[in-house]
Nanobody, 117 residues
Framework: QVQLVESGGGLVQPGGPLGISCAASGSILSFAAMGWYRQAPGKQRESVAT???????NYVDSVKSRFTISRNNAKNTQYLQMNSLKPEDPDVYYCYVVVKFGSTPIWGQGNQVTVSS
């Protein structure tokens, strides 16, 4: 079973950048998809960004041009670079991987991102 460990969260001022990462316990080279969800208190988890095996990435409209998802196959790690963060950006980010299309996603532990002055 693949395990995911997230890191890089913290406090950032409005308008500032922050990068978070998600390291997998094994090779990510063949994973069908990887990505990030986020969740605000009292709300459902929403998809933020997804990157599939061929490298195609997709984003929710609210983060397009601000967030960038990427992967480093050599380090078995995916990243989410967040720029121009807003106080209304939800604050817990979860990474996930889908090993094969149709399989159940595997989740990271969650990463707190606080946007505040």
């Amino acid at each position: 079973q693949v395990q995911l460990v997230e890191s890089g969260g913290g406090l950032v001022q409005p308008g500032g950048p922050l990068g978070i990462s998600c390291a997998a316990s094994g090779s990510i080279l063949s994973f069908a998809a990887m990505g990030w969800y986020r969740q605000a208190p009292g709300k459902q988890r929403e998809s933020v960004a997804t990157i599939i095996r061929c490298g195609f990435a997709n984003y929710v409209d609210s983060v397009k041009s601000r967030f960038t998802i990427s992967r480093n196959n050599a380090k078995n790690t995916q990243y989410l670079q967040m720029n121009s963060l807003k106080p209304e950006d939800p604050d817990v980010y979860y990474c996930y991987v889908v090993v094969k299309f149709g399989s159940t996603p595997i989740w990271g532990q969650g990463n707190q991102v606080t946007v505040s002055s």
